[in-house]
């Protein structure tokens, strides 16, 4: 039980640092990356809010054909897909990011 309680505590701070480096990012960017960076932040936010809002409040599961008792609700699943897409869009914005400054250093001309 400690375990998992440590894991969960771990994922969160992973998903708040994470927004708030691109609330970080959109605030300075201009044009397209604000924009992007933007869409990151509200992925990673709302995806976070409503798997909050569904894990506070869940549905009563009803047994049926299609749905057995236990099994995850399609709307935390989604919660996790919209926030899991936000932090993967960020990572990747990252690497360009890392990428870009990295090519940077080597096309730059010595000065001596």
Do not use: D, H
Not at 52 to 62: D, G, Q, T
């Amino acid at each position: 039980m400690k375990q998992e309680v440590l894991i969960l505590i771990v994922a969160i701070v992973f998903i708040v640092i994470i927004f708030g480096t691109v609330m970080s990012l959109a605030v300075r960017a201009k044009g397209l990356k604000k924009a992007y960076w933007l869409l990151c932040s509200f992925l990673i936010g709302i995806g976070s809010l409503s798997f909050i809002y569904f894990l506070s409040f869940p549905e009563p599961s009803m047994p049926s054909n299609s749905n057995m008792a236990g099994e995850m609700p399609p709307e935390l699943g989604f919660a996790g897909f919209i926030t899991r897409t936000g932090i993967a869009a960020a990572l990747l914005g990252f690497l360009v990011m890392g990428l870009w400054r990295l090519a940077g250093l080597f096309n730059k001309p010595n000065s001596r």
